[in-house]
């Protein structure tokens, strides 16, 4: 399988503090690599569409790619874990890549008081990792008038999360989750799961701090396919959308929240 490419614009298709800007490209340069391989569960394209009709960039980076070095020491991870250094590492310099597409210029993200990532003023994104690879979504805040969300989960954390459905799901969602096709019951408490980490990711920053899995619901068809869409039924805005999709060993849930026109 080759190697994730340079950061994708979709075509047709949280907010935070002021980003890094880097002056200089990173000291080791990235060599360009080939396109995503059409079954590639980390396919740039195939992402940035689940945003339509908002323009959007993707960028992808495996974990591992990139040494935790090539981070500015302000940024680098210390006192963690090898893989959370790894994952956090990829998700540092995807956001790097897709800023640089998105501005012509690379901008370092940092981290807002609250934790999320810090995008540079007139941008907006949002940034998820698995144990193999870090994908950012970014946009410009002009061009793209709504908030984003992103997230992925294996498969095999499936059989945990439904064990856990109590814990993520009101009951509502716990009916749609029983009335999954035979063998999918699992699979549909793992979308739910991923389905309400993006729409966090997705929500405003002033509600973000009130959310939690029990106090908030999603409503989606238990019979649909291997493309769910789910919408805010409630605990969030009324205009939140998040399609799920099915890929090669993932979920991937990818959260819009369309603003207000003068917000």
């Known amino acids: 399988m080759t190697g994730p490419g340079p ?5 047709t298709p949280r907010d935070g503090t002021a980003g890094r800007p880097d002056p200089a490209p990173l000291s080791h340069p990235w060599p360009p690599a080939g396109p995503a391989a059409p079954s590639d569960p980390w396919d740039p394209a195939r992402l940035a569409a689940l945003y339509a009709p908002f323009p959007v960039v993707v960028a992808v980076v495996r974990v591992g790619e990139h040494d935790p070095g090539e981070l500015p020491p302000a940024l680098r991870l210390s006192g963690a874990a090898d893989r959370r ?10 956001a790097y890549r897709a800023l640089e597409e998105l501005t012509g ?3 370092w993200v940092g981290r807002a008081a609250s934790g999320a990532p810090g995008w540079p003023p007139g941008t907006r994104g ?3 990792h698995s144990p193999t690879a870090a994908v950012c979504v970014a946009a410009l805040t002009d061009g793209c008038r709504a908030r984003l969300g992103l997230d992925a989960e294996p498969l095999s954390s499936a059989p ?3 064990r856990a459905r109590h814990l993520i799901a009101r009951p509502p969602e716990l009916a749609r989750i029983a009335a999954a096709p035979a063998g999918g019951a699992e699979r549909a408490a793992l979308r739910l799961f991923s389905a309400k980490e993006a729409a966090y990711k997705a929500a405003p920053a002033a509600l973000q701090p009130r959310l939690t899995f029990r106090g908030t619901a999603l409503a989606w068809d238990p019979a649909a396919g291997p493309t769910v869409r789910f919408h805010a039924s409630e605990g969030l805005p009324p205009a939140l ?3 799920t999709v099915h890929t090669p060993g993932h979920v991937l849930s990818a959260a819009l929240l369309p603003l207000p026109d003068g917000s």
């Open 7 to 11: 950061a994708h614009r979709g075509g």
């Open 160 to 162: 945990g999360l439904h």
């Open 85 to 94: 250094v790894a994952e956090y590492t990829a998700g540092r310099v995807a």
């Open 105 to 107: 210029r690379g901008h």
């Open 126 to 128: 949002s940034l998820t």
């Open 241 to 243: 959308r998040v399609t």
